[in-house]
Structure formats: C-alpha cells, structure tokens
C-alpha cells in the first residue's frame, strides 16, 4: 500500500522565518511527488517534482526531491502571514490515476 | 472562467436518506476524481474516472458510487448515508494523466454531515 508521511504535522513560527516541511514516500510505481497549499478552502498546486536533484521555484517557495531517499522537502524562506495554510503531499503512481496524499502539515505564521 | 464547481456546499442530513453530490468541470479535463479529508487522515481518495464511462474505485470506495456519462460531470452518490461518511469532499479534475505533468484542479469543497 502507498504510504506518503508528511513532518512536522504543525509548526508555529514568526514572520521572517525560514521553515523547511517533510514529504517521505513508500510507492510501489513512482510517477511524480506534488505539493499544495490549502487555505480555508480547496488544494491549490503548487509543485510537481518527478527527477531527483532539480529544484523547483517559485518566489520565496522551493523544492526539491530525492528518489533514492524517497523524501521531499519544501522549503519557505522570509515567511509572512499569508504563508499559514496546511501544506499537502501527494504522490502520484506510474498509471496517473492515483494519487495518495499525506497528512498534511499545518503552518502558521504569526506577525 | 477555468473552474470545478460542486454542490452542494454544505448538506446535513439523516442517515440512511440517499444524496447526491454533483461535480462539474468546465475544461475538458479527461480526468476527475473525488476526495474525502478528515482530521489526522488528509485528503483520501474516493473513486476516479479516466474518462467518460471509464471508472475505478480509490482508497475508501466503500458505501459511495459514481457515474461518468459526460466528460464535464462526475457526482459521488451516497445510496445510504452512515455517519462515518460525515466528512469534507472535494472533486477534483485535470487535463490527461496520459500527459507527463499535469495539474489537478479542486472544487470548492462540500462539508456533508450525516446525523
């Protein structure tokens, strides 16, 4: 069965902070590792990672993924108050079809 | 507008009395699929359905059906509603998960609570 562990669920830190969240993996068929960002409200993409080593960016969010280690991590860096959301971690299996996700980890950025 | 749109939002509802959540995309997106989130088990996944007349059970299949008779609608159907399906669902779509990369867009959420 696909297991996708996210750490730490919760962190708590001060605006200006860099935050760095965990995204391990166990997947029969690896086809890609996502991540999303959700507000009070639904999953909104924010990376699809598939080689190992090739950092993505976008503004002060990163990332980048190990498929020999089976690990995934998104950093933030100067975090702000718009940053708090639950961040997710989904893994996609070599069919397309199925993604399973992590638990989540629950950002929140206070001023 | 781009958008997967569900309904309804919110529903309460009794035991046992059959619904029906409607999910409609507006991108010709091959894809959908439909999630339940719950505290300390994130977003599971449902059922999806490669394309029209084309669907397979996810995770947590149990106690719900789909159908795909268009490629724009995809509803989740609750035939007997239980408690333990009180939960938030999401639909979600994208353009062909034949494609190397792909983006899934989510609907808006719908919180069902089943008393």
């Known amino acids: 069965e696909d297991k996708v562990v996210q750490s730490p669920l919760s962190l708590v830190v001060h605006e200006g902070d860099t935050v760095t969240l965990n995204c391990s993996y166990e997947?029969?068929?690896?086809?890609?590792l996502l991540w999303y960002k959700q507000e009070k409200k639904a999953p909104t993409f924010l990376f699809m990672l598939?080689?190992?080593?090739i950092e993505k960016k976008s503004g002060r969010l990163s990332s980048i993924l190990d498929k020999k280690e089976l690990f995934s991590i998104l950093n933030i860096t100067a975090t702000q108050t718009g940053d708090s959301a639950i961040y997710l971690c989904?893994?996609?299996?070599?069919?397309?079809?199925?993604?399973?996700f992590g638990e989540g980890t629950q950002l929140t950025v206070n001023p | 507008e781009a958008q997967v749109t569900q309904n309804p939002r919110y529903l309460i509802t009794v035991t046992g009395k059959k619904l029906t959540v409607t999910c409609s995309q507006n991108?010709?997106?091959?894809?959908m699929s439909w999630y339940r989130q719950d505290p300390g088990l994130g977003l599971r996944q449902i059922y999806y359905?490669?394309?029209?007349?084309?669907?397979d059970k996810g995770d947590v299949p149990e106690g719900y059906k789909v159908s795909r008779k268009e490629k724009r609608n995809f509803p989740l159907i609750l035939e007997s509603p239980s408690p333990n399906q009180t939960s938030l669902y999401f639909c979600?779509?994208?353009?062909?998960?034949?494609?190397?990369?792909?983006?899934?867009?989510f609907g808006p959420g719908t919180r069902l609570t089943v008393t």
């Open positions: 598939t080689s190992s080593g």
């Open positions: 991108m010709n997106h091959e894809y």
């Open positions: 997947v029969t068929n690896f086809r890609s």
């Open positions: 359905s490669m394309n029209v007349e084309v669907t």
């Open positions: 989904a893994v996609q299996e070599t069919s397309g079809s199925r993604l399973t």
């Open positions: 979600a779509s994208s353009l062909s998960v034949r494609r190397p990369s792909y983006e899934q867009y």
